[in-house]
């Protein structure tokens, strides 16, 4: 595995690839990696022939008042990590090569519950960021295939659209989310949570847990699924930021359960903000 930190070396080492005919994937990442990444990093090498590993904490998509400084950085780790599971290229840019002098474009992707709601409305300026480097890193690295986590479902669907709406010639594959073996769900965050804190976070898995059971034994009413999984958080002292149930292509609320349906939440627990989500699905059943 190579480590490369410049966009023209990164270009000079996937050239002859690209002119080889040898398909290139992409896993875009804020590094201190976990097993979520490394399910991403091995259906990329799965599924394409010369796998990039993007490691970068994007400014731009940390407000104000949020963790860019606190973000945990363990470069040597992730590197063992990468190549281990069989990455070609780790891509990790200093800020100023990202962000030179003078830089003044942002992609914004504008209007609707897509951007405005869940994390939208909780993040101001979040997705912009996110939009910006990812359609950068598109670019950068032009690969056939970029990998994303179903984790952060928001961001997946706004790529899509970013991907859709850019003409970016690059497919977005979206992978499942990786939980710990008590149901929560992998995150370079969770770092953050202290023992006691860590046993109260399995409240938002348990909260999907309850929207899925409520959904199967047959409730449609979304406020209804809505209070069952809020009550499975209870017991935890866990409240969440949001709950929200929506459409899972275009996050609009939902009143009832009959497409596919998004079960989106955030909740602080303790010094971590954690998010999660669920699918909902009658499998046609009324
Ligand atoms: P991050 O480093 O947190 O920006 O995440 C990099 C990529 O990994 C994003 O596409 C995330 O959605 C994805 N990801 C993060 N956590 C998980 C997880 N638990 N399971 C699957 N993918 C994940």
Redesign the pocket.
């Known amino acids: 595995m190579r480590t490369i930190r410049t966009i023209e070396a990164l270009r000079q080492e996937l050239r002859a690839a690209r002119m080889d005919g040898r398909t290139i994937g992409l896993?875009?990442?804020?590094?201190?990696?976990?097993?979520?990444?490394v399910?991403?990093m091995e259906r990329a090498r799965a599924e394409t022939d010369v796998v990039v590993v993007s490691l970068f904490v994007n400014p731009t998509q940390f407000g104000p008042s949020e963790d860019l400084a606190a973000y945990p950085r363990d470069e040597a780790r992730d590197a063992a990590i990468a190549e281990q599971a069989g990455v070609d290229v780790l891509f990790a840019p200093p800020v100023e090569e990202v962000y030179p002098d003078g830089f003044q474009t942002t992609v914004s992707v504008v209007g609707g519950a897509l951007v405005n709601s869940l994390e939208g409305a909780q993040r101001p300026g979040h997705f912009d960021g996110v939009a910006t480097v990812v359609t950068k890193l598109l670019n950068m690295v032009q690969p056939n295939v970029a990998?994303?986590?179903?984790?952060?479902a928001q961001?997946?669907l706004i790529v899509r659209r970013v991907v859709r709406d850019l003409d970016i010639p690059t497919r977005i594959a979206v992978?499942?989310?990786?939980?710990e073996p008590d149901g929560l769900?992998?995150?370079?965050?969770n770092a953050y949570l202290p023992t006691s804190d860590r046993e109260r976070a399995v409240a938002l898995r348990r909260a999907l847990d309850a929207a899925e059971q409520a959904v199967a034994a047959g409730e449609r009413s979304a406020a209804a699924v809505a209070v069952a999984a809020r009550g499975a958080m209870e017991p935890y002292g866990v409240e969440p930021e949001y709950l929200a149930l929506v459409a899972a292509d275009t996050l609009a609320p939902v009143d009832r359960i009959e497409q596919e349906v998004l079960v989106a939440l955030a909740a602080r627990v303790g010094p971590a903000r954690l998010i999660d989500n669920t699918i909902l699905s009658t499998n046609g059943r009324p």
């Open positions: 896993v875009p990442t804020m590094g201190a990696f976990h097993k979520g990444h399910s991403l990998f994303f986590g179903q984790k952060d961001q997946a992978c499942p989310i990786v939980r769900a992998m995150s370079s965050r």
